[in-house]
Each structure stands twice: as structure tokens, then as C-alpha cells.
């Protein structure tokens, strides 16, 4: 047996945002958020469904998964694989868009409910030595929360390390699937909710369609091509840097042996930036 890597944008959409089965999204949540009781959920609607993408004439899209429960309460999902500039601004950006855009009046300030961001992250984002952290608005010397509308909880997947056999809660079990699902070959034994064997289920390559496949492996190009973007871009970063630096040291009449030493270059590649650009 082969599963899809749950971190891919294809397959985390899929498996997250199936309407017709929605007890996956259901268990998830309750799971990592440790609803119990009343603050339960007990049904979602989601509010954007995974649809295939076109990968012909057009560009993949990557929407997270969004969801309200039976209590009003709106969800946003997020699978984040880099840690990109500007993260956290955009995280408070789209949590409160999705607040805000719950009523069009001032009038009805009371008839808005809560909303709260989970995000998925492939990197470490805080200094909390848990793997999952929970942020809220709270008074800094009382911890008193008046503002209580406004939730955060960041899942940071290299700081797990359990082990198969080590996994007893629910959050566990959840959080090893979505770190190590590519990895696994069979459904382990302890699976008993039926929330995550869906996901399990829908993770199985073989239950893909052809299409499915052709993009999923489409949004892995889309990242290495990314990647491979950044990459380039930071390279000519640091390359005109050195450039800048090494033009303004020689224009103030500082050695070459000096230059090279303090930028850590060769005194051959600080003659070659001198003589390429002296006359430009």
C-alpha cells in the first residue's frame, strides 16, 4: 500500500476538504484543537470543497481548507510548507477578513462568532518547545481574555518525534499521519476513529484517479520550480552585495588583499568584479 503525502497541496485539499466526508475534517479539528463536551463539533460546512484543479491553460490555484461548525465558529486550515516572508502578517490578514466579512453592517457586531486559524507548518515558527501552541488576545499581566473571538494554533511537525509505538492520544495519531504518511505502507493497527481512517482511506494512492495523480505531481513541480526561483533570486542578492561592497571599498582606494580578506573573496575574484565593472 502507498499514501500521498498529506503536506502536498492536492492532497491535503482532498483529504481536508471532502464534502462526502466530512467526519475527517470533524475528528481533525476536535483533535487538535481538544474540544470536549459542549465545544465539541458535531458538523461542519465547508465553505470552499476540493475541486481538481486545471492543469491545462490555467494556474493551480492553493486555497485552504475554511469550515464553520453548528456553533457558528469559522475555521481556516492551513498546510504551509516554507516559512515565507511575511507569514504571520498574512495569517492575521485572513483571520480577520474571514471575521469582518461575517456581517456588512455595524449594526450587528453581536451576531459575529469566532474564528480560528489552525496552521500546518513544515518549519518551526515558535519558541515554544511543544508541537502544538495555542495564541490567543489576552491582558500581559492577568492573562485575563476579554477579547475572545480571535484563536491561533500553530501545529509545528518537526518538533514531533514519536515513534509509531509511542502514539497513544488521538492529537498523536493525527499529527504522525500528516508528518509520515508518504513514508507508510500500511494503515497502523491502532487506528480506531473513524474520523482518521477516512483520511487514511482517501491518502491511499490507489483510490486516485489518473487525473488526481497528474496533479498532484503538478504541485511538486510548482514548488521545486518556486524553490528553484528563490533560490536563484537570493544568489543575486548576496552576488550584488558583494559587488556594491566591493566597488565602494575600491573607490576608496582600500587594497585588494584587504577587500578580499574582509569579504571573503579570492584577491582574483575581487580583480574580476574591479576590471567588469570599473568602466559601466
Known amino acids: 500500500m502507498q499514501f500521498v503525502d498529506v503536506k502536498n497541496d492536492i492532497a491535503f485539499r482532498k483529504i481536508f476538504g471532502n464534502e462526502n466526508r466530512k467526519e475527517t475534517l470533524i475528528s481533525f479539528l476536535n483533535a487538535v484543537l481538544d474540544f470536549h463536551g459542549d465545544q465539541r463539533i458535531t458538523e461542519v460546512t465547508i465553505l470552499n470543497p476540493y475541486q481538481l484543479p486545471k492543469l491545462k491553460g ?40 474571514s471575521y469582518s466579512d ?66 497513544k492520544t488521538l492529537t498523536e495519531k493525527w499529527v504522525y499521519f500528516i508528518k509520515n504518511s508518504e513514508s507508510l505502507e500500511v494503515v497502523p493497527e491502532n487506528i480506531n476513529d473513524e474520523g482518521l481512517k477516512s483520511a487514511y482511506e482517501d491518502a491511499n494512492v490507489q483510490t486516485w484517479t489518473q487525473a488526481e495523480l ?27 552585495t558583494k559587488r556594491d561592497a566591493v566597488l565602494g571599498l575600491h573607490n576608496n582606494e582600500i587594497p585588494i588583499s584587504i577587500i578580499a580578506i574582509s569579504l571573503k573573496l579570492t584577491e582574483i575574484e575581487v580583480k574580476e568584479i574591479i576590471e567588469h565593472w570599473k568602466n559601466k
Open 58 to 97: 490555467g494556474k493551480v490555484t492553493i486555497i485552504d481548507v475554511k469550515a464553520t461548525d453548528q456553533a457558528g465558529r469559522t475555521y481556516i486550515i492551513e498546510m504551509q510548507v516554507g516559512d515565507i516572508d511575511g507569514f504571520e502578517k498574512r495569517v492575521l490578514y485572513y483571520s480577520s477578513k
Open 102 to 167: 461575517q456581517i456588512k453592517r455595524a449594526d450587528f457586531y453581536r451576531k459575529l462568532r469566532p474564528v480560528i486559524f489552525i496552521g500546518i507548518l513544515d518549519f518551526e515558527h515558535t519558541e515554544n518547545k511543544n508541537y502544538i501552541s495555542r495564541s490567543q488576545v489576552r491582558d500581559i499581566e492577568t492573562g485575563e481574555q476579554t477579547i475572545k473571538d480571535m484563536e491561533f494554533t500553530f501545529l509545528e511537525l518537526p518538533k514531533f518525534n514519536l515513534e509509531l509505538h509511542e502514539l
Open 214 to 240: 497528474d496533479a498532484y505531481d503538478y504541485s511538486f513541480m510548482r514548488e521545486e520550480d518556486e524553490r528553484a526561483r528563490l533560490d536563484k533570486a537570493e544568489q543575486k542578492g548576496v552576488h550584488e
